[in-house]
């Protein structure tokens, strides 16, 4: 394979250009953990180089010569040409070993992991399965929770076309442009705040609900456009960008955070707004969820030990936020969150009536008992955790329109009233125009509780097909906790060392 030579310039720019950047420019890259695991395939859409996370033992290159391998002093990299045959990366034999194979049939191990930087950051790069993403490849390495080294795959892209491809993921293109507009600005500061979250892991956020589904490149002018006219955009509250939460459909109304998890942080942008959502398929379910008490009571993780009852055990006035179930000697206390991640409910705004099969049943607003033969029917409105932006209650404003046609409500409008009090700031640090405080009305909470903090998972707008039909596909259903089945990148990782040598070759 052809070797180019490599200044310390030039490697240096190619290094600066990768990494994540802040200031007037609005030039930030996410590390995007994704939903693949060794081995896996891709394709090379265009020449590339590959370097080593961390450094490699020196080569011998007496051996190396005898094996027909040339090994210059200075090597520091491996060149890569595009090619319409796979690549493929898998493990290797030893812990933290990963094998680069070459369609050619070659291969090169990388203790620690490896990078692969196009020619062009800014154009797709790589296809894996259906996918095309633009920017950088790397394999990391970090020890799990069980103490095992763990392999993530992370695209290194830069926000604006990662905002896009959140976009082909989130919302449908035949939306209004303003509803699209302000969930590029949503995105956008979702994205800068974990990003500052996670500063200290291998990466800012991953391609699943748990952050926010990102399907890399996808070239749907109305994302393009939607991204173009907000670039560098986000909300702030007190000069830090906002936890912009969202989700699918809120049944009329929005909820304030401590509402839905309890021992939160209580953000005060993010109360009880009213919800535009009524052109949502999930405005009111169709259909209850209907289950017997020994079912509930496993899918709760109690044994179905009778006597047995339910009864509400916080309430914020006549709202109903957590339940206390017991189960012969056996309680335990759940917020309608928890209660909805464990049995599968769309939402956490839910009313309980128990039935014994015959007559009407009695709505659950006090201690009620629950027999062997009793029933229970789940009914509610709305579709996710219900804090935030609205993604349908977005579409919703942003298509009334007035006498002439004229949307009433821009994205701006949008974004300020489901999250009040913040600011909109461009280049994603500088101020840009000051956002008016919408109605005071705040709602109020009690917690009395403990034990009710909750980490937050994201459930938006089921995802879009890849060619974009206007499918109202099941949702991004939350699977028992963590979402998206087969997903590993919960797990801490330590960080790689430096890359201070590179003795790598085909």
Not at 357 to 374: F, R, Y
Request: charge should be negative.
């Amino acid at each position: 394979m052809r070797r180019v030579p490599l200044s310390a310039v030039v490697l240096l720019a190619i290094i600066t250009w990768c990494m994540p950047t802040y200031g007037e420019s609005p030039q930030v890259v996410m590390r995007v953990a994704l939903s693949v695991t060794l081995p896996f395939e891709f394709l090379l859409e265009q020449d590339a180089l590959v370097f080593p996370l961390l450094a490699a033992e020196p080569v011998d290159k007496a051996e190396e010569a005898s094996n027909g391998h040339e090994v210059d002093d200075n090597e520091q990299y491996i060149s890569l040409g595009s090619s319409r045959e796979l690549f493929r990366i898998r493990k290797g034999e030893l812990p933290r070993e990963v094998v680069l194979c070459h369609p050619s049939g070659k291969t090169v191990s990388f203790l620690g992991g490896l990078r692969i930087v196009p020619v062009d950051c800014t154009s797709p790069a790589f296809r894996i399965k259906d996918a095309l993403y633009p920017g950088e490849l790397q394999i990391v390495f970090g020890v799990s929770k069980s103490g095992c080294y763990e392999a993530t795959a992370i695209n290194l892209v830069d926000i604006e076309a990662y905002v896009e491809g959140v976009l082909a993921g989130e919302v449908y293109p035949s939306w209004a442009p303003e509803a699209l507009k302000a969930q590029a600005v949503a995105s956008r500061t979702y994205a800068l705040r974990r990003k500052a979250d996670n500063e200290s892991r291998n990466y800012d956020v991953d391609d699943t609900v748990l952050s926010q589904v990102y399907v890399g490149e996808n070239r749907v002018d109305a994302f393009r456009i939607a991204v173009l006219e907000t670039r560098g955009q986000v909300l702030v509250y007190e000069d830090v960008p906002i936890r912009a939460h969202y989700f699918s459909s809120g049944g009329g109304t929005t909820e304030g955070d401590e509402e839905v998890w309890l021992g939160g942080r209580d953000e005060p942008y993010l109360t009880a707004r009213e919800d535009f959502d009524w052109k949502s398929p999930h405005y009111r379910w169709k259909e209850p969820l209907v289950m017997k008490s020994q079912d509930l009571l496993g899918k709760l993780g109690l044994r179905p030990d009778f006597p047995a009852w339910i009864e509400p055990s916080i309430r914020s006035d006549s709202k109903i936020l957590a339940y206390r179930f017991r189960a012969g000697d056996q309680v335990i206390n759940l917020t309608r969150e928890q209660i909805r991640h464990r049995i599968g409910l769309q939402s956490p705004r839910f009313d309980i009536t128990i039935t014994d099969g015959e007559g009407e049943g009695k709505l659950v607003s006090d201690q009620a008992e629950l027999s062997p033969s009793a029933i229970l029917i789940f009914d509610g409105v709305g579709k996710g955790h219900g804090v935030g932006l609205s993604q349908w209650g977005a579409q919703g404003m942003a298509s009334i329109l007035d006498s002439n046609g004229v949307p009433l409500y821009t994205y701006v409008d949008i974004l300020k009233h489901y999250y009040p009090g913040t600011e909109l700031v461009n280049n994603c640090n500088i101020p840009k125009e000051y956002m008016e405080p919408a109605c005071e009305d705040q709602a109020e909470l009690v917690c009395e509780g403990e034990g009710f903090t909750e980490s937050v998972h994201e459930d938006h707008v089921e995802p879009v097909s890849g060619d974009h039909v206007e499918t109202m596909h099941e949702d991004h259903a939350e699977p028992s906790y963590d979402d998206c089945a087969g997903l590993v990148h919960e797990e801490e990782y330590t960080e790689p060392g430096c890359i201070d040598a590179w003795d790598l070759y085909w």
